[in-house]
């Protein structure tokens, strides 16, 4: 464990680092991102009313009756609906991000580590899965079972893994062959001290890198279904499906449909900046 | 014959995605709760026998097994049912649909391919100078963003604002209303896309400028043109793979544009198709799509592989 917790002090202060020669680009993301966090903690206390507003079906524009960026097309009052919807617009990517991450973990390391017959079929599935459409699945599986929002966070999951599970398990392999792991495998140490204490520092990184960009595209997916009518209820507060009640009255209320747009993109931009930045710094290529 | 051995290993791994893909859809439709039978019938009130026939008539009453291998030898033969919605064969239900978003993709398919290859060599030219740092950060919002946020907001700014471009449906089928009608939504799919071919298209261009040859050309003082030339054309093998992945994007994002510029195309029939739970054509879609996404990366692959030997 000694050694995990070095690891996280070097983590710790390779953070430090970063934000000694950060671009104006890294600043305005954590700013947007520490805005969110504070809309998604102190939502409650912000928008206290964001879900019982009662419904008067007359649409308002901006500024009218004390309603900061109007009404929608229920009288809902968007910007407390965009506070309230910082929920979902979170928590799901997060779970769907760490889920993922977790069965890229154990599955990446099964098939890295051990390799033979249960490696190749780790392998098979994932070439497979990752041929495949998943935002097609996804609204299949979604619309089909139809059990709300954390049924689509398990299919997100499900669809978002053989990634995770394909680059952790390239990445451990780098690893495996290397003489310091042989040395350790001569000492006969346990194959789990070895994957916990040599293997997994080295490849924390670029599971971490890659967790960010799941949470950027987690974000993007779930508040896609929730565009078509998919995965969350009409009464849950959700930018996807804000922007899906607007589209009807973006001549009455235009931002109705601007506030959840610019921060769906303002959200998922600020994630992905910072997670290229973290992968620039430990000089992970991204690109290919 | 390893160009042989190469394509019908490919085939082979197409067919098996394609039964997964199938065996998977299929049985998360009978598994999902609500009956096709009661969905064809709407709300009128018929008797218990009129239900059993209609179910005999889709083979609602078989088991699972036996109504996926009904389908399956049907469906090999080209042949994919009826739509329990429209009654008419699923083909004919679903070609208007999917010329439409053919159309729609390969529209802006073309456009991404220019945008993308041509502000990806502009921005490797001129590195870190203030025309590369607009362009990659412009890209790396257009990533971020999700297709349908920035359709809403093109059709507020042109269609609401502005008013130049019509902003729904597909107009009368001529050609050019066909393009002013598409050209919102191409745009739109092209912004939520390109930067993917961009960024490829910036470090591969990077990379062959760091090389000799490139070198060697300067001190010939070659044309700048030819030596531009000569490194796409050495970097074309990573930009096609990614150009596989473009299409491959494209079918998916389509499938939310076409619901926000309501254009009638498969997004909407897919979707209106997996909530009324009409398992032909849902999937029949399916696997259309499927099949021209996996098809198209394996053509761009192997083109691809080819010209890296």
């Not at chain 1, 070097?10 to 809309?39: D, E, F, G, I």
């Not at chain 1, 079906?57 to 809902?76: A, E, M, N, Q, Y």
């Not at chain 2, 026939?53 to 291998?69: C, F, G, K, S, V």
Request: neutral net charge; aromatic residues 8%.
């Amino acid at each position: 464990m000694e050694n995990l917790q070095n690891l996280q002090i070097k983590t710790r202060s390779s953070v430090y680092k970063l934000l000694a020669h950060r671009p104006v680009l890294v600043y305005l993301s954590a700013a947007v991102l520490l805005c969110a966090l504070v809309w998604l903690i102190f939502g409650s206390i912000l928008a206290p009313h964001a879900l019982d507003q009662d419904i008067t079906l007359t649409t308002l524009s901006p500024g009218d009756d004390g309603h900061i960026l109007g009404t929608d097309g229920l009288g809902r009052d968007v910007w407390q609906l965009l506070i309230a919807g910082t929920r979902s617009a979170l928590i799901g990517p997060v779970l769907i991000a760490l889920g993922s991450l977790i069965l890229g973990l154990i599955f990446g390391f099964i098939s890295g580590y051990f390799g033979g017959p249960l490696d190749w079929i780790i392998s098979r599935y994932t070439d497979l899965t990752l041929a495949m459409p998943s935002l097609l699945l996804a609204i299949v599986a979604a619309g089909v079972i139809g059990g709300g929002y954390y049924v689509s966070v398990l299919v997100m999951i499900i669809l978002y893994s053989p990634f995770d599970i394909r680059l952790i398990r390239s990445a451990v392999r780098a690893e495996v062959t290397k003489p310091y792991i042989e040395s350790v495998k001569v000492m006969k140490i346990a194959s789990l001290t070895i994957m916990a204490r040599h293997i997994l520092p080295n490849v924390v990184v670029i599971a971490l890198v890659n967790f960010f960009l799941n949470i950027a595209y987690g974000l993007v997916s779930m508040s896609a279904l929730s565009y078509l009518g998919l995965g969350v209820s009409p009464a849950h507060a959700d930018w996807g499906r804000q922007l899906a009640d607007g589209k009807n009255i973006m001549y009455e209320n235009a931002a109705s449909i601007i506030a959840p747009a610019i921060a769906i993109i303002l959200v998922s931009t600020a994630i992905n900046a910072l997670g290229g930045y973290i992968a620039d710094r430990f000089g992970i290529d991204t690109e290919s | 014959m390893k160009d042989l051995k190469y394509i019908s290993i490919k085939l082979l791994e197409l067919i098996i995605s394609m039964i997964f893909i199938s065996i998977v859809i299929f049985s998360l439709l009978y598994l999902a709760p609500g009956d096709p039978a009661r969905v064809l019938l709407g709300v009128k009130q018929v008797s218990p026998e009129t239900l059993d026939a209609i179910r005999d008539q889709y083979h609602l009453n078989e088991p699972l097994i036996t109504q996926y291998w009904i389908w399956l030898s049907h469906a090999v033969t080209l042949d994919f049912g009826d739509s329990i919605r429209t009654g008419e064969s699923v083909l004919a239900t679903c070609g208007p649909y999917l010329i439409v978003t053919l159309k729609l993709v390969l529209f802006s398919f073309l456009l991404s391919v220019i945008l993308g290859i041509g502000l990806g060599t502009v921005s490797a030219k001129h590195k870190d100078k203030l025309s590369d740092k607009i362009i990659s950060n412009v890209a790396l919002v257009f990533t971020s963003a999700p297709s349908f946020a920035v359709g809403l907001l093109l059709i507020f700014i042109f269609g609401v604002k502005l008013g130049v471009l019509p902003i729904y449906g597909i107009g009368d089928g001529g050609l050019a209303s066909d393009i002013s009608h598409l050209l919102l939504p191409a745009i739109t799919l092209t912004v939520a896309v390109s930067a993917l071919l961009l960024r490829i298209t910036r470090s591969q261009m990077l990379k062959e400028t760091a090389s000799d040859y490139v070198t060697f050309m300067r001190a010939r003082a070659v044309a700048p043109y030819v030596i531009t030339r000569s490194k796409l054309i050495n970097a074309s093998a990573p930009i096609l793979t990614s150009m596989g992945l473009l299409l491959a994007t494209l079918f998916s994002a389509t499938l939310l544009v076409e619901t926000t510029f309501a254009i009638p195309g498969a997004g909407g029939l897919l979707a209106s198709s997996v909530v009324m739970k009409d398992v032909p054509v849902v999937q029949f879609l399916t696997l259309f799509l499927a099949f021209f996404i996996i098809v198209s990366q394996m053509i761009c692959d192997f083109i691809a592989s080819k010209i890296r030997r």
